[in-house]
């Protein structure tokens, strides 16, 4: 594939360095120069020193024979004007464009909504934006997705299989240090995977004669239901969560809160027993005034406190100590690890926060934190996603990029179609988590004499430097 990104930041330059290491031709455009500089020593693609929002110049780089078009600038205007503008004389191209302004987003999902016969005709999107990249949202939702599946650390969901990929680490005395992986399997009677293991600071794809050491954490498969059991082996437990702490009541801290509160009443009834309770389980704490008075009109229900949560005298009074949950999401990333782990030192069973790049996430955990959630790497995977192609449903990565987890529907131009699993397998390049079969509702771990057929929905956890090999193998290379 051949991609266009405007914009060489934090965002656009992961974004490039991925795509360069799938092999894809990337070309990168920023009008800063020194940004530039510092670009074209890390990437091996092209980049320009120019304005990407010039048709002129989008041109000269060859925008006609691209597949996309990323529009990650630090203006808001720049990335949409910019999609619109090649829109009108490439409506073909794929268009992404990240979108800070709260606003802006709600604006176009209203009037797509509101309008929707219209756009699911011939008619091309707002502004000529394909698919619109608001932060703030995807990282909410990877929070969300965290709390709805348990907190206890990182967890990767697979639509409505019931299996979910969870990081575990193995403690020291537990059942399964010193055990060979192919032993694991007679210490448990459910169905699992490990797909990957990190030890040492070093992820990989593992083979069955690998030894489990303490402090080692395991990519492990297997259904939510079941994971308590495995925790056990490890040594560890879940902890059910009747009240949660959420600290920040900025955009980020909505998002969650209407997510958590308004819309997923129904989820917490049945998993944790919260029914009319629920908002009374539920606090928001924020120093800012106009934040927690807000904050207060709109979750009536919920405890609302403006107070600085690193007040322990505070902390005291109101009991967050005893909390089964805290959630730091303020726009402080720094302060919402140390403010995690300071809360969890109090007494509180489970935190999750927000930081800024997968790098500050590996900081967090080695500092007790269970989830930390890197706002810049949600931004990535939500654009990697979509660039991947139709038969691509969702990407997500693992450690800092080492391994990407991808779920992909097998069109009939696959080499593997027909094939059992034992006759394509390439060893310390991918593994296949689940196989949900086309036409049926149940997603199975798969064995070697499982065959893939066309329509079948796998999910593939792979290296980043074997992705596009496996995407082209898998998904059909165009």
Aim: hydrophobic residues 40%; proline residues 2%; charged residues 25%.
């Amino acid at each position: 594939m051949k991609i266009v990104i405007i914009g060489a930041g934090f965002t656009g330059t992961q974004l490039a360095k991925r795509l360069i290491n799938g092999k894809n031709d990337v070309v990168l455009i920023d009008n800063d120069e020194e940004t530039i500089r510092h670009a074209s020593n890390r990437l091996d693609c092209t980049v320009l020193h120019a304005d990407g929002n010039n048709l002129a110049t989008l041109e000269s780089v060859g925008i006609d024979k691209a597949d996309a078009l990323v529009c990650v600038t630090s203006s808001d205007e720049v990335n949409m004007i910019t999609c619109s503008l090649v829109d009108a004389v490439y409506p073909n191209l794929l268009k992404i464009a990240r979108v800070r302004n709260y606003a802006y987003y709600v604006n176009t999902a209203d009037a797509e909504q509101k309008h929707s016969e219209t756009f699911s005709s011939n008619h091309r999107p707002l502004y000529g934006i394909d698919f619109m990249i608001h932060p703030d949202v995807e990282a909410a939702q990877a929070i969300v997705n965290a709390v709805e599946h348990g907190a206890i650390t990182d967890a990767v969901p697979f639509g409505e299989s019931g299996f979910e990929l969870t990081r575990v680490t193995i403690e020291k005395g537990s059942a399964l240090e010193g055990q060979m992986l192919q032993n694991v399997r007679k210490l448990i009677d459910k169905p699992l995977l490990i797909a990957y293991v990190e030890s040492g600071g070093i992820t990989s794809l593992p083979s069955g004669g690998t030894i489990l050491k303490a402090e080692d954490s395991l990519g492990l498969l297997m259904k939510k239901s079941d994971l308590q059991e495995f925790l056990k082996l490890c040594g560890s437990k879940m902890h059910e969560m009747k009240k949660i702490a959420l600290l920040g009541a900025g955009r980020i801290g909505t998002i969650i809160a209407e997510k958590l509160i308004h819309r997923k009443k129904s989820f917490f009834s049945k998993v944790f027993g919260w029914q009319s309770k629920l908002t009374n389980e539920f606090a928001i704490i924020d120093s800012d005034e106009a934040l927690t008075k807000a904050a207060a009109e709109q979750f009536k229900g919920a405890k609302v406190f403006r107070a600085d949560i690193s007040d322990e005298a505070f902390v005291k009074e109101e009991g967050l100590q005893n909390y089964d949950l805290i959630i730091c999401a303020t726009q402080n990333y720094e302060l919402n690890m140390v403010l995690a782990a300071y809360m969890e030192s109090l007494g509180i069973k489970n935190s999750i926060c927000l930081v800024s790049t997968s790098a500050f996430a590996d900081i967090a955990r080695k500092i007790g934190v269970e989830v930390a959630v890197p706002i810049r790497d949600a931004v990535v995977d939500s654009i990697m996603s979509h660039l991947r192609g139709q038969s691509v449903t969702g990407i997500h990565t693992v450690n800092d990029g080492a391994l990407e987890i991808v779920e992909i529907v097998i069109p009939k131009n696959s080499s593997v179609v027909g094939k059992p699993l034992k006759e394509i397998a390439e060893n310390g390049k991918f593994l296949i988590l689940v196989v949900q079969k086309s036409g049926t509702s149940q997603y199975v771990i798969p064995t070697g004499n499982t065959t893939i057929e066309t329509g079948d929905k796998i999910v593939i956890i792979t290296t980043s430097i074997d992705n596009q090999h496996v995407l082209d193998k898998f998904g059909g290379k165009k």
